[in-house]
């Protein structure tokens, strides 16, 4: 694999008026990689891709895709990307089909190319069937599928999703990770900023949290949710069961307080995270003569992680844009 990242931001500034939008940017993504941004709502996420894509030109620092420098080679980079925003840019009053054989030959195919590739995407998204209705009798989801396939119409090397599965029923973001997948499998670079913290963990090799116009966090998601730390342990006592008997059989397992709820029927406490600790807390339970209906154990999750960052919930639970 290239050493050379084919994204890249080194000390990226953006301002708006008195507000910085970015704040000295630094992220570098590497060849052929799922590459998850999350971040609060104003963080700097789709301001960054903005930049990448060169739609919006940096008031500082410099960005680079695939080597080539954002704003001084800029037309050489629009030919190598695909991007698809928030919102859908396609013209209302074409078919589908003609959206995305327009968009192939403003992508430089010629007009037998970009009809082969357009009934490819049309298939690729479940769309064959509207293919030839206007884009305004879409629905919103169909508008999405059929924006996705018009950022890949020209067969990007670096692909940029901005919340790309925003608005999308559960099977078609379903069909949408699938693509993505593929993407990666093929080599594409792929940039994903999203507000469902679970598509990040499903799809990212690696996940920056981005917050201030900064990122505050870098890693895979696994060593992310570890920094964090431990896990959480939660146990249902059966109806009758002892309490006390009860805190004093995981106490051995705990990192902190044993909190009962309001009723004295649920435990839960912090643990570190180990193989076989749920039958280890079984086991202990059962020897104190503690009748349980369940014991779960939920390891860290990216929300978690991005609650200790920011001091916020997860945007997928705020709706941050």
């Given at each position: 694999?290239?050493?050379?990242?084919?994204?890249?931001?080194?000390?990226?500034?953006?301002?708006?008026?008195?507000?910085?939008?970015?704040?000295?940017?630094?992220?570098?993504?590497?060849?052929?990689?799922?590459?998850?941004?999350?971040?609060?709502?104003?963080?700097?996420?789709?301001?960054a891709v903005?930049?990448?894509?060169?739609?919006?030109?940096?008031?500082?620092g410099?960005?680079?895709?695939?080597g080539?420098?954002?704003?001084?080679?800029?037309?050489?980079?629009?030919?190598s990307?695909?991007?698809?925003?928030?919102?859908?840019?396609?013209?209302?009053?074409?078919?589908?089909?003609?959206?995305?054989?327009?968009?192939?030959?403003?992508?430089?195919?010629?007009?037998?190319?970009?009809?082969?590739?357009?009934?490819?995407?049309?298939?690729r998204?479940?769309?064959?069937?509207?293919?030839?209705?206007?884009?305004?009798?879409?629905?919103?989801?169909?508008?999405?599928?059929?924006?996705?396939?018009?950022?890949?119409?020209?067969?990007?090397?670096?692909?940029?999703?901005?919340?790309?599965?925003?608005?999308?029923?559960?099977?078609?973001?379903?069909?949408?990770?699938?693509?993505?997948?593929?993407?990666?499998?093929?080599?594409t670079?792929?940039?994903?900023?999203?507000?469902?913290?679970?598509?990040?963990?499903?799809?990212?090799?690696?996940?920056?949290?981005?917050?201030?116009?900064?990122?505050?966090?870098?890693?895979?998601?696994?060593?992310?949710?570890?920094?964090?730390?431990?896990?959480?342990?939660?146990?249902?006592?059966?109806?009758?069961?002892?309490?006390?008997?009860?805190?004093?059989?995981?106490?051995?397992?705990?990192r902190?307080?044993?909190?009962?709820?309001?009723?004295?029927?649920?435990?839960?406490?912090?643990?570190?995270a180990?193989?076989?600790?749920?039958?280890?807390?079984?086991?202990?339970?059962?020897?104190?003569?503690?009748?349980?209906?369940?014991?779960?154990?939920?390891?860290?999750?990216?929300?978690?992680?991005?609650?200790?960052?920011?001091?916020?919930?997860?945007?997928?639970?705020?709706?941050?844009?």
């Amino acid at each position: 694999m290239s050493e050379t990242p084919a994204i890249e931001a080194e000390r990226l500034v953006k301002r708006y008026g008195p507000a910085r939008a970015l704040a000295g940017l630094d992220l570098a993504v590497p060849p052929g990689m799922i590459y998850g941004v999350l971040g609060p709502n104003g963080a700097g996420k789709t301001t960054a891709v903005r930049i990448f894509a060169t739609l919006l030109r940096p008031d500082g620092g410099r960005a680079r895709v695939l080597g080539r420098d954002v704003v001084l080679q800029a037309a050489q980079v629009r030919r190598s990307i695909g991007l698809t925003g928030q919102y859908a840019a396609l013209d209302e009053s074409l078919t589908g089909s003609a959206n995305l054989v327009m968009i192939g030959q403003l992508s430089r195919l010629t007009g037998k190319a970009a009809r082969r590739r357009a009934d490819q995407m049309l298939a690729r998204f479940d769309l064959t069937g509207v293919a030839a209705r206007a884009v305004r009798t879409y629905s919103g989801g169909m508008r999405r599928r059929l924006d996705l396939a018009a950022s890949l119409i020209g067969g990007p090397s670096v692909l940029f999703l901005d919340e790309p599965t925003t608005g999308l029923d559960p099977s078609a973001r379903a069909m949408t990770w699938e693509v993505v997948r593929e993407l990666a499998a093929e080599g594409t670079t792929v940039l994903l900023t999203t507000q469902y913290l679970e598509e990040a963990d499903q799809l990212a090799a690696r996940v920056a949290v981005i917050d201030g116009g900064a990122v505050i966090a870098e890693g895979t998601p696994h060593e992310l949710k570890s920094a964090v730390g431990g896990a959480q342990l939660t146990v249902m006592l059966a109806a009758g069961s002892d309490l006390r008997a009860a805190i004093a059989a995981i106490r051995p397992y705990v990192r902190g307080s044993v909190r009962p709820d309001r009723d004295g029927r649920r435990l839960s406490a912090p643990v570190a995270a180990a193989e076989g600790l749920t039958t280890r807390v079984v086991y202990a339970l059962d020897a104190a003569g503690v009748r349980v209906n369940d014991v779960i154990i939920q390891r860290a999750s990216l929300d978690d992680v991005f609650l200790s960052l920011t001091g916020r919930a997860g945007p997928d639970r705020t709706h941050a844009a």
